[in-house]
């Protein structure tokens, strides 16, 4: 089953952005050869997994200096 990529079944509140911001990112979106949500949802997923990842090991590194 870790193989198989979970459903998105979610969906998030629409979000208001300049301009700049939504031209830089279908630009980066078509550089990477993915549609804007596709892109948006890449981007979302690795800086919150990201941020978990980090949370994890401070985590980790903290039960281990108290231990």
Do not use: W
């Amino acid at each position: 089953m870790a193989n198989h990529p979970e459903k998105c079944t979610r969906q998030l509140p629409p979000v208001r952005v300049s301009e700049t911001l939504e031209v830089a990112l279908h630009r980066l979106a078509a550089v990477n050869e993915r549609s804007l949500s596709e892109y948006i949802k890449l981007v979302l997923t690795r800086h919150a997994f990201g941020h978990a990842a980090m949370l994890e090991h401070c985590a980790q590194d903290s039960q281990r200096d108290g231990a």
